[in-house]
């Protein structure tokens, strides 16, 4: 099945700082989703992106599908941003979404 | 308008046991997905049904079976429980099997 590379494994930052997050996965896809999940479970979807660029406010993601990556761009960090960052994806006839092993972030005050 | 809705949140069981776990999706939604999320990992894909029919199903044993009903909502029936079970549970809907999938807060199930 495919592989999903998730880096860095851990973020440390100050309140105000910016960061990338980065998902390499090992095939074509179809479905790239990046996901939150916060200190209480919760996993909320940030964005659907199997190709090309969005922005959410301080949140912006790109995907360069032919390079098999997408890149999570965090500005001006804020404490409710820490937590795990997810990148999941589905490729060919699966429908299931593999999930990296995400990005824990924690965002100092 | 409500998301994903699971019940209950928790759950406390026995080895042995059996266990059901329930989710209704989002309004309007025909797509319902069961994913495994054990600590310190990224969630893995249990089941993925639509339209009532089985369309994906991940490495997990027999002991695991699901079900859609006609109103779309779902169930996970874990039977034989094992220490190992012990998980976040986590359903998700989506409008069709390869749209953006909708998470919701999860079945936090412990085996005892």
């Known amino acids: 099945g495919i592989q999903v590379e998730q880096s860095p494994p851990d973020l440390i930052l100050q309140e105000g700082a910016n960061s990338t997050l980065r998902c390499n996965f090992s095939d074509s896809v179809n479905n790239l989703q990046w996901f939150h999940q916060n200190p209480w479970g919760q996993l909320i979807n940030l964005f659907y992106i199997p190709s090309g660029t969005k922005q959410n406010g301080r949140l912006s993601a790109t995907t360069v599908a032919t390079e098999r990556y997408s890149l999570l761009y965090i500005s001006s960090s804020q404490t409710t941003d820490s937590g795990v960052y997810f990148c999941?994806?589905?490729?060919?006839?699966?429908?299931?979404?593999?999930f990296g092993s995400g990005t824990q972030l924690t965002v100092l005050p | 308008d409500a998301g994903v809705t699971q019940s209950p949140t928790h759950l406390i069981k026995t080895r042995g046991q059996h266990v059901t776990l329930r989710c209704s999706p989002i309004?309007?939604?025909?797509?319902v997905s069961w994913y495994q999320q054990v600590l310190g990992q990224g969630p893995q894909f249990i089941f993925q049904y639509y339209e009532k029919e089985e369309r994906g199903r991940g490495n997990f044993p027999d002991r695991f079976s699901a079900r859609q009903f006609p109103n779309y909502s779902s169930e996970l029936n874990v039977n034989a429980l094992l220490l190992g079970d012990s998980a976040l549970y986590l359903c998700a809907s989506s409008l069709a099997g390869n749209s953006p999938l909708h998470f919701g807060n999860g079945t936090r199930l412990t085996v005892t």
């Open positions: 999941a994806v589905s490729s060919g006839s699966a429908r299931q979404l593999t």
């Open positions: 309004s309007g939604h025909k797509s």
